[in-house]
């Protein structure tokens, strides 16, 4: 492995050579570090690369300037971290550091270190705390003082020191390990699970916008499946997104009902996998939340059933309230929160039963989110029944032709009633106002039930309707 990772950072030698040679003439150690060394010895090393050094923030941007193609500041100086480009590559330069923590919130004390060797240990986990020293003529060292590469091989995360003093010093590297769980496939070292599992409160100092990038990163990962079982069999979730783990309802054995928390993860499994590209966190956070709704409308009925009538409409206030609180962006938010009540809707359509009528509003009801809900629904399917599970996507099959067929008869992306708004005015001489937008609206429920209407029918139809109330 180590091989190939320099096979991977010898391609890098327009950029890693002369920026080495930069800081070895003015008499500074240049190192290759943290994530971008793992990702290298992976083979999925990216754009950004992260080096630390022991010159300080000044003396860094002083020899960028000139060589790199741009400089920035994202706040990050206050840390001891200089941003720069050069090429096709964003780099992130950082002094040593040596901090400490306060263990109240995760603020450290910054403190700039003077080793190498000090600044690796204070690092999250093993595999995060290798380096390659950059030298002036472009030759790289692997340096490994702590085990990194060993545990890479095994595929597990462990921390450089013991797992409690890690996580009360930063608390957030709890929610790091379930991401880095999903995303590179690990599993946690016994005694990295044992402590999240003790201190998994402690992840409520972390603010809700830090909780929510991870959760993202968690939830994009090659892994999403087990960062989410990793996050409810620690406690973690039941701190930060507990409507997951609520759904391990009980099963008796008087009233059977599929396993909400195992079917939803299949769900997001199958979601993933019809992904046409790069991860979709809309549909996968939809397939993982649509029926959170389910315990809170749970129901045992005479003669062994279950049902949880309306969890569709329940669990779309839920999503709400829970991506609110992770400080979602309010478009995302609702994207999401429509697919999960939306996501029953096709159930109604049995056979074919549905009128052009009630494809045309789930057309229009979906909007743009049509795509995610094709595949939403069919993921939905987790039957082991294969003959059902044939005609469940048989029946799908036959709504998106359905949809597809409409489609060329009628623009359904752009549904609109067949007279606007000043047309209206002038036919019912009325003035700009809320009457308006009711006979608007009247026009447009008119238009989703027959289709389109000539002109002389909309006016026709509208005339009525006044009558009607008048």
Same mark, same amino acid.
């Given at each position: 492995?180590?091989?190939?990772?320099?096979?991977?950072?010898?391609?890098?030698?327009?950029?890693?050579?002369?920026?080495?040679?930069?800081?070895?003439?003015?008499?500074?150690?240049?190192?290759?570090?943290?994530?971008?060394?793992?990702?290298?010895?992976?083979?999925?090393?990216?754009?950004?690369?992260?080096?630390?050094?022991?010159?300080?923030?000044?003396?860094?941007?002083?020899?960028?300037? $000139?060589?790199?193609?741009?400089?920035?500041?994202?706040?990050?100086?206050?840390?001891?971290?200089?941003?720069?480009?050069?090429?096709?590559?964003?780099?992130?330069?950082?002094?040593?550091?040596?901090?400490?923590?306060?263990?109240?919130?995760?603020?450290?004390?910054?403190?700039?270190?003077?080793?190498?060797?000090?600044?690796?240990?204070?690092?999250?986990?093993?595999?995060?705390?290798?380096?390659?020293?950059?030298?002036?003529?472009?030759?790289?060292?692997?340096?490994?003082?702590?085990?990194?590469?060993?545990?890479?091989?095994?595929?597990?995360?462990?921390?450089?020191?013991?797992?409690?003093?890690?996580?009360?010093?930063?608390?957030?590297?709890?929610?790091?390990?379930?991401?880095?769980?999903?995303?590179?496939?690990?599993?946690?070292?016994?005694?990295?699970?044992?402590?999240?599992?003790?201190?998994?409160?402690?992840?409520?100092?972390?603010?809700?916008?830090?909780?929510?990038?991870?959760?993202?990163?968690?939830?994009?990962?090659?892994?999403?499946?087990?960062?989410?079982?990793?996050?409810?069999?620690?406690?973690?979730?039941?701190?930060?997104?507990?409507?997951?783990?609520?759904?391990?309802?009980?099963?008796?054995?008087?009233?059977?009902?599929?396993?909400?928390?195992?079917?939803?993860?299949?769900?997001?499994?199958?979601?993933?996998?019809?992904?046409?590209?790069?991860?979709?966190?809309?549909?996968?956070?939809?397939?993982?939340?649509?029926?959170?709704?389910?315990?809170?409308?749970?129901?045992?009925?005479?003669?062994?059933?279950?049902?949880?009538?309306?969890?569709?409409?329940?669990?779309?206030?839920?999503?709400?309230?829970?991506?609110?609180?992770?400080?979602?962006?309010?478009?995302?938010?609702?994207?999401?929160?429509?697919?999960?009540?939306?996501?029953?809707?096709?159930?109604?359509?049995?056979?074919?039963?549905?009128?052009?009528?009630?494809?045309?509003?789930?057309?229009?009801?979906?909007?743009?989110?049509?795509?995610?809900?094709?595949?939403?629904?069919?993921?939905?399917?987790?039957?082991?029944?294969?003959?059902?599970?044939?005609?469940?996507?048989?029946?799908?099959?036959?709504?998106?032709?359905?949809?597809?067929?409409?489609?060329?008869?009628?623009?359904?992306?752009?549904?609109?009633?067949?007279?606007?708004?000043?047309?209206?005015?002038?036919?019912?001489?009325?003035?700009?106002?809320?009457?308006? $937008?009711?006979?608007?609206?009247?026009?447009?429920?008119?238009?989703?039930?027959?289709?389109?209407?000539?002109?002389?029918?909309?006016?026709?139809?509208?005339?009525?309707?006044?009558?009607?109330?008048?």
């Amino acid at each position: 492995m180590l091989a190939a990772a320099a096979v991977t950072l010898g391609g890098l030698s327009e950029v890693l050579t002369p920026l080495g040679a930069l800081f070895a003439a003015r008499g500074y150690e240049l190192y290759l570090v943290g994530g971008s060394v793992r990702d290298a010895v992976l083979g999925r090393l990216g754009t950004d690369l992260d080096f630390t050094t022991d010159a300080r923030p000044d003396a860094v941007q002083d020899m960028m300037r $000139g060589w790199a193609d741009h400089i920035w500041d994202t706040g990050g100086l206050a840390f001891g971290t200089v941003s720069a480009s050069k090429s096709d590559q964003q780099l992130e330069i950082t002094t040593f550091r040596s901090d400490t923590y306060d263990r109240v919130s995760r603020n450290p004390e910054v403190t700039f270190g003077d080793t190498l060797a000090g600044d690796l240990v204070r690092r999250d986990f093993t595999v995060n705390a290798m380096a390659v020293r950059v030298g002036a003529d472009g030759a790289l060292e692997f340096i490994d003082p702590l085990g990194g590469m060993d545990a890479l091989l095994a595929g597990v995360l462990d921390t450089p020191a013991a797992p409690r003093d890690s996580f009360d010093d930063d608390p957030l590297r709890m929610l790091r390990a379930a991401r880095f769980v999903s995303q590179l496939g690990f599993d946690l070292a016994p005694r990295v699970r044992v402590a999240i599992a003790e201190m998994a409160e402690q992840i409520d100092r972390i603010t809700a916008e830090r909780v929510r990038v991870e959760l993202d990163k968690l939830i994009g990962g090659a892994h999403p499946l087990d960062g989410i079982n990793v996050m409810c069999e620690t406690g973690l979730a039941q701190q930060v997104l507990p409507e997951v783990p609520a759904m391990k309802l009980e099963i008796d054995e008087h009233h059977q009902h599929k396993d909400v928390y195992w079917h939803s993860l299949t769900v997001l499994r199958q979601a993933v996998e019809l992904e046409d590209g790069d991860p979709d966190l809309v549909l996968r956070w939809a397939a993982l939340l649509h029926d959170i709704g389910k315990p809170d409308t749970k129901r045992n009925e005479a003669g062994g059933g279950v049902s949880f009538h309306h969890h569709e409409v329940v669990g779309a206030k839920m999503v709400r309230k829970r991506m609110r609180a992770l400080k979602y962006p309010k478009q995302f938010t609702e994207e999401v929160a429509r697919l999960v009540f939306l996501h029953l809707r096709f159930h109604g359509y049995g056979k074919g039963q549905w009128t052009d009528s009630a494809v045309r509003r789930y057309v229009t009801d979906a909007d743009d989110l049509l795509p995610r809900l094709h595949k939403l629904v069919r993921a939905d399917c987790t039957t082991r029944n294969k003959r059902r599970a044939a005609a469940l996507r048989a029946t799908y099959d036959e709504l998106e032709e359905r949809i597809e067929r409409l489609k060329e008869q009628e623009d359904l992306a752009k549904v609109r009633p067949d007279l606007d708004g000043n047309a209206i005015m002038e036919l019912l001489d009325l003035p700009p106002g809320p009457e308006v $937008g009711k006979a608007w609206n009247h026009l447009k429920e008119l238009r989703l039930d027959r289709g389109p209407m000539s002109r002389e029918e909309a006016e026709a139809a509208l005339m009525d309707w006044w009558k009607s109330r008048t």
